[in-house]
């Protein structure tokens, strides 16, 4: 069960990672211009650079490459 387990968590990519998460915050988030906000800033400066990489193998060096 926790090799399964393992498993699935290395084959979710960021993209679907945030997706699960961004479900979960955009009920708490009121305003409609940040729940636009969130996904439109992943897709022009995050999701091209790691948006399909599994999650777990995403870097420091991946998050500094995004963010410089």
């Known amino acids: 069960m926790a090799e399964r387990k393992e498993a699935l968590a290395k084959s979710v990519s960021f993209r679907e990672a945030f997706a699960a998460f961004f479900a979960i915050r955009q ?3 009121s305003n409609a211009k ?3 906000q969130w996904p439109a800033t992943m897709e022009t400066y995050v999701f091209p650079r790691i948006g ?3 999650a777990s193998e995403i870097t420091h060096a991946d998050i500094l490459s995004i963010l410089i």
Do not use: E, S, T, V
């Open 52 to 54: 399909n990489k599994a």
């Open 34 to 36: 940040h729940l636009q």
């Open 27 to 29: 009920k708490a988030l």
